[in-house]
């Protein structure tokens, strides 16, 4: 009954001063609004990177050809060193311990054609364990297997982007297209992918969307690398059996390579699990300086609740005193005021997740920012509102219970 009855007078109150009211809950508000804003964010950024580093691979060792002018490879190619090749990929295979399967890729970036339309792609020629080492799915059809492999098919996956570039609303499979001079059949279609818009470690950035994938047999076959100095292969992927020992193979494939390559470094290595948890690590020294900054909000906000409360307590000591006359005790006082200033901390916790909810589905509508919200986010930011209506309302209740009844009733 008398809880009941303080939270109805301390609503009466919002209500009867509702300006001051409102200006009292700004800090709560834009603390919490500032939280689940900050966290959504985050928590965005968490799963782009992810998505990002699960097409890499969180349990791969990716091998990549260092790019260099034509006068260093000149360089290179006299001290022996061929770049990569199958026999680098078939070497790991053999020696790594706990490698489960190793894919070498070719690239060429060139123009291909259906009908009257043209685009420009990037052509990879990949081995068949290509698809479940990156973690890609086709949307429809199939990727290339080993028949293709060996049997030399002319065969093409497309990827999502380039599909639709080239097909609009016609169905691709079994269409024949022009890469380069080479006519291909599509026989697959890749699910959407990520975009790279940073490079990741040596890996460039670009829109993986745009690939073609076709046998590797196949492209070392027909197409040849515009530099006549090119590596046989552009990319070794080796999948290890789990990400525990990661360095330690890295380092042992490094050993391999730098004896096949005659010391010469002309690759580069790239584990996504390492550049996974190096971001990870940067990503929380980053959420806990705009939680902190939030805080901050908080903590104004209950600051303000604070004055305000002592304040009303000034403006109602004949009302306290009164109330100690008639029999109220101290715990009593103490209670309706810890009450009120819930009350109004509760009232900002709530509009500030309404406002937090709003400014995290804008951000993501009108940037390239992608957010995330979730339900710890909500909670967490509430439940300080609460916390800090309670500790802040402290001290004011303390106060007004302590006040003598005498004294007040006789205060103007």
């Known amino acids: 009954m008398q809880y009941g009855e303080n939270i109805r007078l301390s609503l009466r109150g919002l209500v009867d001063h509702k300006f001051r009211s409102f200006l009292t809950m700004l800090g709560i508000i834009f603390g919490v609004a500032s939280v689940i804003t900050?966290?959504?964010?985050?928590?965005?950024?968490?799963?782009?990177?992810?998505a990002k580093y699960q097409d890499l691979g969180v349990n791969n060792i990716?091998?990549?050809?260092?790019?260099m002018s034509d006068e260093e490879l000149e360089e290179v190619r006299a001290r022996f060193s061929q770049g990569l090749s199958l026999q680098d990929a078939a070497v790991i295979q053999e020696i790594v311990p706990g490698v489960v399967n190793t894919a070498s890729q070719a690239e060429i970036n060139t123009d291909v054609k259906f009908a009257d339309r043209s685009v420009k792609s990037t052509v990879i020629g990949i081995t068949p364990g290509f698809i479940d080492m990156m973690n890609f799915k086709t949307a429809s059809g199939m990727f290339i297997n080993q028949e293709h492999e060996d049997q030399g098919l002319k065969v093409c996956v497309l990827g999502a982007g380039v599909a639709t570039a080239l097909f609009r609303s016609e169905e691709p499979l079994g269409q024949m297209i022009k890469i380069d001079d080479q006519w291909m059949e599509v026989?697959?279609?890749l699910q959407s992918k990520t975009l790279f818009t940073e490079t990741v470690g040596e890996l460039a950035a670009r829109d993986l969307n745009?690939?073609?994938?076709?046998?590797?047999?196949?492209f070392l076959n027909r197409f040849s690398p515009e530099n006549l100095l090119t590596s046989e292969i552009q990319q070794i992927t080796v999948q290890m059996e789990s990400s525990n020992k990661l360095i330690e193979s890295s380092k042992?494939?490094?050993?391999?390579?730098?004896?096949?390559?005659?010391?010469?470094?002309?690759?580069n290595i790239v584990i996504p699990y390492e550049l996974l948890r190096q971001e990870e690590k940067e990503r929380q020294i980053y959420n806990f300086l705009l939680g902190a900054i939030a805080a901050i909000s908080l903590l104004v906000g209950g600051i303000g609740i604070m004055n305000i409360m002592l304040a009303t307590v000034m403006e109602r000591t004949r009302e306290i005193g009164i109330r100690r006359a008639v029999g109220a005790k101290k715990a009593d006082i103490m209670s309706q005021f810890v009450t009120e200033a819930v009350v109004i901390s509760i009232t900002g916790g709530l509009l500030g997740v309404v406002l937090g909810i709003i400014l995290s589905l804008t951000v993501s509508l009108f940037t390239d920012i992608h957010t995330l919200i979730k339900p710890y986010a909500v909670f967490i930011a509430f439940g300080f509102s609460v916390i800090v209506g309670i500790s802040f309302g402290y001290l004011p209740a303390?106060?007004?219970?302590e006040l003598k009844p005498i004294d007040s009733i006789r205060y103007e």
Do not use: C
Not at 41 to 46: F, L, S, V
Not at 62 to 67: D, Q, S, V
């Open 38 to 50: 900050m966290l959504s964010i985050g928590e965005g950024a968490k799963r782009e990177a992810i």
């Open 62 to 67: 990716i091998i990549r050809e260092k790019k």
């Open 187 to 189: 026989i697959g279609v």
């Open 210 to 218: 745009t690939d073609i994938y076709v046998p590797l047999s196949v």
């Open 252 to 267: 042992l494939i490094d050993a391999i390579l730098k004896r096949h390559h005659f010391n010469n470094a002309d690759y």
């Open 398 to 401: 303390k106060k007004a219970a």
